[in-house]
């Protein structure tokens, strides 16, 4: 009795019906994940140098200054570093630039501002009809050490958690795959001593649980990341959650379904960064197919109790880039096409629009103002065309953001995916062929007979045959993402369009790898005009 009563408080929690935006509300967004101190200084200089592990500038106020370049391309939330006090000083990993390092949570970071700079962030996104999502970490607090196993601690240091007994007695994280190990363990003993609170104590969680009511009751948060949650014991996050009255994202980290998807079968979180696709998405891209990608697919749909709550992502602060692996942009359009467009809510870290390349920490956290917040690079441009599809589809079916994508194509080097009803649905295709991709088209059934439909990154139409079938021309490895023509009034999307055709065979069997039109030309004399 007792237990079920919890069970539906723990619910109704997860529902988010006690917060200003609830779960429902927080499917529908578009995230962009920001680093403080690498997206915009106050003053907007963008010359002094940025040593990466170091502190580089980056503050509230500058964001606000910025969040014109977010909102243009199509996100309506962000997520932000942590937002406490940190400890001072480097280390030999670096200094808490990314505001992961807690010593007291019972104050704002003065690196990134002031109280009322946090206020004015929060009211500026409020103002423009978006939502703040804030990182929050709850597994330790951190403190400089000599890298001396145990790590001594000074505990008088932390606020509110002063004293040893809050915390696991010291030892290393050793077996990842055991519970027990890597939640009362201390992650990371390296330069940096985490000392693992001891979350499962009633005091500690009452203490937690009364401090994020405040941070976000203060700053007027509209949803969470919980760092590391999975790092803490179970019990633990759900009365976090309630507790904060609104919708959360923690941090799981693992490729196995039943891992992932158990923190919401057993209403732990309601929801998770998604890197069950993580991973598979990058063994589409990094020399496999797409056929693990539509079968973890499948697996979460129905291992997890809603997909539609797991943050879609490729890249995040702490993983290698893609560009770093491979810097093919085409590549990369194909790779954020999908997580813009797949189900689930779609999380861009802040520079892949700019198509940094850095590989792990720090060279993944470059300053954004490095590319001089430039609107016109192609990806940025890519993830502004498809936040657009997006928020139109959801305008046209109140129901397209929890429509399950439907599999209508995998093979190695592609996947189709149709998400939405017919009559407002978007079925998008993504390849790994990659720029260098030849030319080639293939039947795809995914619309009703006869149907005008209009690919929206090429602007590019085509009619559907009596079956629903199109042809997609591809050549040159693009992402192909297509709408009903009558569906485009009013998106500002393709104001020109022209049909369809195959596309040029290229390296047309000369050892020059000259494309079709340099054939022509050399067979007429113009070979000048195109080396000039
Ligand atoms: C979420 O909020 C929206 C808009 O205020 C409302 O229409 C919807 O009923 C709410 N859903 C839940 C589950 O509370
Ligand atoms: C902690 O354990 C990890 C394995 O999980 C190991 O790689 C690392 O060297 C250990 N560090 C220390 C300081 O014992
Ligand atoms: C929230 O604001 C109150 C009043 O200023 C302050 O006492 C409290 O420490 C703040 N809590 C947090 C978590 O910021
Ligand atoms: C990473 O990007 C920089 C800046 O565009 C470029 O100069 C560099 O060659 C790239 N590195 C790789 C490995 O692609
Ligand atoms: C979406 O809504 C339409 C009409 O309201 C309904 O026919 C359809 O079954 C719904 N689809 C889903 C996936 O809920
Ligand atoms: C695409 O997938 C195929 C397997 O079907 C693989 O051979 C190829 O290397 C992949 N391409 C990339 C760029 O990962």
Partial sequence: MRSSVLNIAAALALAGLSSAANMTEWKSQA????????????????????ELSKFCGGTWAGLIKHLDYIQDMGFTAIQISPVVENMEGETSVGEPYHGYWTQNMYAINKRFGTEQDLKDLSAELHKRGMLLMVDVVVNHMAQKFDNVLPPKVDYTKFKPFNKPEYYHKYCNVTEWKVPQNYQECWLYPFGIALADLKTEDPAVSKEMNEWVKDLVANYSIDGLRIDAAKHVNDGFLAPFVEAAGVFSLGEVLTGEIPDMCRYQTKNLLPGMPNYLEYFKLNTAFNGGGFEELADIRNGAASGCTDVFALGAFSENHDLPRFPSMNNDMMLAKNMMTYVLLTDGIPTIYQGQEQHFNGSETPHNREPVWQAGYDKTAPLYVLTAN?????????????????????????????????????????????????????????????????????????CKTVTADATGTIKVYNGGGEPKVYVLLSNLEGTGLCPKTEPDAPKEVKNSGNVLGMTSKMAIAVAAGWLAVFLA
């Fill in 31 to 50: 995230i962009y994940q920001v680093l403080i101190d690498r997206f915009a200084r106050t003053d907007g200089s963008t010359t002094a140098p940025c």
């Fill in 386 to 458: 498809a936040l657009k599809v997006r928020k139109n589809a959801q305008k046209l079916s109140a129901n397209y953001t929890e429509s399950p994508a439907e599999t209508l194509k995998v093979d190695g080097n592609h996947l189709c995916l149709k998400k939405g009803p017919s009559g407002s649905a978007v079925v998008f295709c993504v390849t790994n062929k990659s720029s260098s991709g030849d030319a080639y088209e293939y039947d795809l059934r995914g619309f009703e007979p006869n149907d005008e439909v209009v690919e929206v990154l090429d």
